[in-house]
């Protein structure tokens, strides 16, 4: 059974220590220790020793972008010679990183920390490693969620173009509340509670009847726009 060590006990490292584990041994290590329990109700103990990282064959570094190199560096000492490591930074290339010893390969999330922890499943993009590589980090992240091999560019990308679309759609929904004269509080509701439910169960295929029925008007209007 493949032994998985998560290098940072912040929001996505908290999310992959819900996530994983099943057939997969899990421990976590972070210059910060916390004791947390999943959701799952699984204890986690996070250490505050690199040497966590012994014999582990797979380690996830799930820390800032700014702070990979040096948490590569912090645990090299102690990776076994054929250890896959992982930069799951988002905004930072893989190529550009250099840490003596080790070799770094991409596993890049399509998701947000929060949605994973709650067992949303994301996409993760795998660069830079071989086939056998592959397999295991997908024996390993599938419970996360679909593990395809692409460019880590996509990446950084496609969570901006979400991320900006998201906030602009946020923004001028507020704006139509407030003219409509929601009060606030029904308006953070509106936002908040049915605007997340309507996207998610659009998302999911999910809908009712009033769901379907507005998909369906919103994509005869599209389709009417595209003829004309």
């Known amino acids: ?4 060590c998560i290098v940072g006990a912040g929001r996505m490292g908290r999310a992959l220590a819900t996530r994983i584990g099943g057939d997969h041994q899990v ?10 329990t999943t959701v799952t109700g699984r204890e986690v103990v996070v250490r505050a020793d690199p040497a966590a990282v012994r014999g582990c064959a797979v380690v996830l570094l799930a820390v800032p972008a700014p702070g990979i190199v040096d948490a590569a560096r912090w645990v090299a000492p102690h990776l076994a010679p054929d250890a ?7 905004e930072l290339p893989t190529p550009d990183l250099a840490v003596p010893g080790v070799r770094l390969v991409a596993c890049k999330v399509i998701g947000q920390s929060g949605q994973i922890a709650q067992g949303s499943p994301a996409a993760l993009i795998v660069d830079g490693a071989d086939e056998a590589e592959r397999k295991l980090l997908a024996s390993v992240m599938c419970p996360v969620g679909a593990v395809i091999e692409a460019s880590e560019d996509l990446v950084a ?9 998201m906030i602009t759609a946020q923004l ?7 003219a409509m004269g929601l009060p606030p509080a029904a308006r953070e509701a509106a936002i908040g509670n049915l605007a997340v439910g309507v996207w998610g169960a659009v998302a999911s295929g999910n809908t009712g ?3 379907t029925k507005i998909v369906d008007e919103i994509a005869g209007c599209d389709a009417d726009a595209v003829v004309r």
């Open 209 to 211: 009847p009033f769901l």
């Open 84 to 90: 896959l490591v992982v930069n799951l930074a988002t």
């Open 1 to 4: 059974t493949p032994r998985v």
């Open 172 to 178: 001028e929904l507020a704006r139509e509340l407030d």
């Open 157 to 165: 990308g496609v969570n901006a173009l979400v991320a900006r679309r």
């Open 27 to 36: 421990v976590v290590t972070s210059r910060r220790p916390s004791r947390f």
